[in-house]
C-alpha cells in the first residue's frame, strides 16, 4: 500500500495511471449520468407539494454534495503537499479549485432557482445559502492565491494554507440547517435513521450523485496530467514520450 503511494507521488507514474484510468471514469460516468437523468426526469413520479419543480434537486443536490467533497480534497491534499512535500498533491489541490468553484456556482444558481417557487424568492441571506457563498470565495480566493505570487512553491504553499483554514466551512455548510433556524429544508438522504425520500426519487439522485463524482475525478486527472507535462517539460521522461508521438 506505501508503495502504491510512494509511485503515486511520481509525476512520471501518475501521468501513465491518470492515463488509463480516465477512459472507466468517463465511461461510468455517461452510463450513470444517463440512467440519472432517466430516473429522476421521466420516471421518477412529481412531488405531492412541489410538482415537477422538485426535478432540479437532481442538479443541485449532487452540485452541492461536489462543492463540499471536493474542498475536502483540496484540504486533504494540501495537507499531504505541507506535511510530506509531495508536488502531485499541490497539483492535484491546484486542478481540483476550478472544478470545485463551478459546482459551488452551479448549486448557487440551482438553488436561487429550486428556491423562488419554493420561498418566493431568488435568495435569502440563509445560513446553508450564506455558507456556501463563502464557500464559492474561497475557492476563487485561492486560485487568486496561485495566480498573484510569482514564485510556484510560495503560491502552493501560501494556497494550502488557505485551503486548510477553509475546511471548517465545511462543517458549517453542512451542520447549518440543524444549528440555526433557516428556510433551507434540513437533510433527508443523510439523516440517521430512514431517509425521508422515495426510493424511486433516491435512487436516481445517488445515480447522479455517483456520476459528478466519476465526472471530478475524470477532470481533474485530465488537468493534472496537463498541469504535470507543464510542470515537468524538461525531464528526460517527458521529452522521450513528446518524441515518441512526433
Excluded at 460516468?29 to 420516471?43: N, Q
Excluded at 421518477?44 to 475536502?72: E, K
Excluded at 456556482?105 to 440551482?110: D, N, T
Aim: hydrophobic share 55%; aromatic share 14%; net charge positive.
Amino acid at each position: 500500500m506505501w508503495l502504491f503511494f510512494h509511485k503515486l507521488g511520481s509525476p512520471k507514474h501518475f501521468y501513465q495511471l491518470a492515463g488509463r484510468m480516465i477512459p472507466w471514469f468517463a465511461w461510468a460516468c455517461a452510463l450513470l449520468m444517463i440512467a440519472g437523468l432517466i430516473g429522476g426526469l421521466v420516471l421518477a413520479p412529481p412531488d405531492y407539494q412541489q410538482g415537477d419543480s422538485f426535478r432540479i434537486m437532481y442538479l443541485h443536490v449532487p452540485s452541492a454534495w461536489m462543492s463540499l467533497f471536493i474542498y475536502v480534497t483540496m484540504a486533504v491534499s494540501s495537507a499531504i503537499a505541507l506535511i510530506w512535500k509531495m508536488k502531485m498533491a499541490d497539483i492535484i489541490a491546484a486542478c481540483s479549485a476550478p472544478i470545485g468553484a463551478s459546482f459551488t456556482f452551479l448549486a448557487l444558481v440551482s438553488g436561487s432557482l429550486w428556491g423562488k417557487p419554493m420561498w418566493g424568492t431568488y435568495w435569502v441571506w440563509d445560513a446553508r445559502l450564506t455558507s456556501e457563498l463563502i464557500l464559492l470565495f474561497l475557492y476563487l480566493g485561492y486560485m487568486g492565491l496561485l495566480v498573484a505570487i510569482e514564485d510556484r512553491r510560495n503560491a502552493a504553499r501560501a494556497g494550502a494554507v488557505l485551503a486548510l483554514v477553509g475546511v471548517v466551512n465545511v462543517p458549517i455548510i453542512h451542520y447549518s440547517v440543524q444549528w440555526w433556524n433557516t428556510l433551507h429544508q434540513g437533510p433527508t438522504v443523510t439523516k440517521f435513521g430512514q431517509p425521508s425520500i422515495a426510493a424511486s426519487m433516491l435512487i436516481p439522485l445517488l445515480l447522479m450523485g455517483l456520476a459528478f463524482t466519476l465526472f471530478y475525478m475524470t477532470m481533474v486527472l485530465i488537468r493534472a496530467r496537463t498541469a504535470v507535462l507543464t510542470q515537468e517539460r524538461r525531464s528526460q521522461w517527458v521529452r522521450e514520450l513528446i518524441e515518441h508521438h512526433e
